[in-house]
């Protein structure tokens, strides 16, 4: 493994590098630094949790300038949420060499991003749709441009984005950089990408799996009105520090997270239907621990870097073997440790087959688990807290309580009493799921096409603003700019939280 004082990289960044405790550089930054330094266009792969955004973000960094009079580089990101993030690591990446990025979104004051676009970041992170609108207001000046990343390109080159990323591509200077990385990169899609790059040299980090080899994956066969009452048993086995659990659509989400609480979990749900301060709070407190259980539609399937998760729990089989990929990778995240269940119903198991096979790995078929281990694990969580507790010296206000206690009781009811008070018995309130039908996807179908280039690309047109999209819908004449650009934003999540209208 190389550091990264052999990419030769300006000593300001290096110490950045050094501050946020990267010692050696990843394999695909190993590999993709040199060549993005010399000014190459980049097609880069590599497996979830790898360090792509330093990959990009590095010479990034190191090539622009510090002059501070022009925009010089921009990441389009497919969630609001990952500008955010990308926008963080990329302002680390750049603290002393005075290089900021400024992350611009939907659901965002525009006049506050106008006001800081005034301060000359000299990069850009954003999301299509707000990035189209400070075109169009000509907000955004981009003539500086030398350096431009689609990060989760293939989720961007999506049918239903492409137009959006060409348009915006078009604006910029023909004598340009371009660079695409994801996880994922469908091959119909890189010869998309080919239309608006110069001769791409393709980096893809050779792995016999499109997924990390520490994330451990499971699958189990529950009928789908079971589903819920094993999710539950599962959290109560595992405990887990931060868990993930994806639903298939918006609605999904939402009764989970209520069912969820009803049962005494801490869970919220994060979907694009919500208002951005309600996703950035959900978020904020997940990461914070003050929830443990995110419920979420694939929004957050992509690019989400938050440690501590230790669980992703697909309650619905995702659509296709992207979507499971970026799901579930989720955790296991920079060398750490993971697990990833999915549920999978009786007539969904030939989809779980066509997702094995398109990620080269086999999930492990686990049994549905039993009240009684349920109850076990929570026990055994009791027992930990328990000890923990008598471990420590804070106990003497009770000393003298617990020996009256023990002269008229004896000690085994006396902690068998504690012990089931202590414990979290699994709970059997009654909640209420629509059931969603089973998936079954052709399986040529999904071989044969990148996402929404199927068939089922009819169906996600065949919204408001019909087959001419949300990118022309917010410019329609008549309306408020304002509530146009708000639906777009939001028919965009719709649009990736697929299905659910
Ligand atoms: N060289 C490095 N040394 C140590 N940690 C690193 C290094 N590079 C990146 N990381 C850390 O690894 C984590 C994952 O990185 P990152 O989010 O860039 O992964 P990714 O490849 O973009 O994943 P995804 O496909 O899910 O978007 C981050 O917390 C990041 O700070
Ligand atoms: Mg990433």
Redesign the pocket.
């Known amino acids: 493994m190389a550091t990264f004082y052999e990419f030769g990289l300006d000593h300001l960044v290096a110490r950045a590098?050094s501050d946020?405790?990267?010692?050696?550089?990843?394999p695909?930054?190993e590999e993709t630094i040199p060549t993005v330094l010399q000014g190459k266009d980049l097609i880069g792969q590599?497996?979830?949790?790898?360090?792509?955004?330093?990959?990009f973000g590095i010479p990034l960094v190191e090539r622009v300038s510090d002059e501070p009079d022009l925009i010089q580089a921009v990441v389009l990101t497919p969630t609001r949420e990952l500008a955010v993030?990308v926008a963080e690591?990329l302002n680390k990446i750049g603290q002393y060499k005075k290089v900021t990025a400024l992350p611009i979104y939907g659901g965002q004051d525009i006049q506050r991003q106008i006001r800081a676009l005034k301060k000359h970041p000299q990069i850009i992170v954003a999301t299509p749709g707000r990035f189209m609108d400070h075109m169009n207001r000509r907000t955004i000046r981009l003539h500086g441009v030398e350096m431009v990343v689609l990060?989760?390109a293939d989720e961007m080159l999506n049918m239903g984005f492409v137009d959006d990323i060409k348009a915006i591509l078009k604006e910029m200077p023909e004598e340009r950089q371009t660079l695409l990385?994801?996880?994922t990169m469908p091959r119909p899609i890189q010869e998309i990408a080919r239309n608006f790059m110069k001769d791409p040299v393709t980096i893809s980090i050779k792995a016999k799996e499109l997924t990390v080899p520490n994330i451990q994956q499971h699958f189990m066969e529950v009928p789908e009105k079971q589903k819920f009452d094993v999710l539950c048993r599962l959290l109560d086995i595992h405990s887990p520090e931060l868990a993930i659990i994806f639903g298939r659509t918006k609605r999904r989400v939402d009764e989970l997270s209520e069912a969820l609480n009803k049962r005494g979990y801490g869970a919220e749900g994060i979907h694009g239907d919500l208002n951005q301060a309600k996703r950035d709070s959900v978020l904020r407190k997940f990461k914070e621990g003050t929830i443990e259980v995110l419920v979420a539609t694939d929004v957050a399937a992509?690019?989400?870097?938050i440690?501590g998760v230790t669980h992703v729990y697909n309650f619905d089989i995702p659509q296709d073997s992207e979507s499971y990929v970026?799901r579930i990778?989720?955790t296991g995240?920079?060398g750490k440790t993971g697990l990833a269940i999915t549920l999978v119903t009786p007539r969904e198991i030939d989809h779980l087959r066509y997702i094995e096979k398109a990620t080269n790995r086999r999930m492990e078929r686990k049994p549905v688990p039993t009240m009684a281990e349920a109850i076990e694990g929570q026990q055994r969580l009791t027992v930990d807290r328990l000890m923990e507790t008598a471990g420590s010296d804070t106990l003497n206000l009770y000393r003298s309580l617990a020996e009256q206690l023990l002269e008229e009781t004896d000690s085994v009811t006396l902690v068998a009493a504690a012990l089931k008070l202590l414990t979290k018995e699994p709970d059997t309130t009654p909640v209420r799921l629509t059931e969603e039908s089973p998936l079954r996807v052709g399986k040529k179908k999904m071989m044969d096409f990148p996402r929404g280039r199927g068939p089922r690309s009819g169906a996600k047109r065949s919204g408001p603003g019909g087959g001419g999209g949300y990118a022309r819908a917010g410019h329609s004449k008549g309306r408020a700019p304002q509530n146009n650009r708000n639906r777009r934003d939001r028919d965009r999540d719709r649009d990736r939280d697929r299905g659910n209208f």
């Open positions: 590098l946020m405790g990267f010692e050696e550089a990843t695909i930054q590599a497996q979830t949790g790898t360090g792509k955004t330093a990959a993030q690591e990060d989760e990385f994801s996880a992509r690019g989400l870097d440690s970026h990778g989720r995240r920079a």
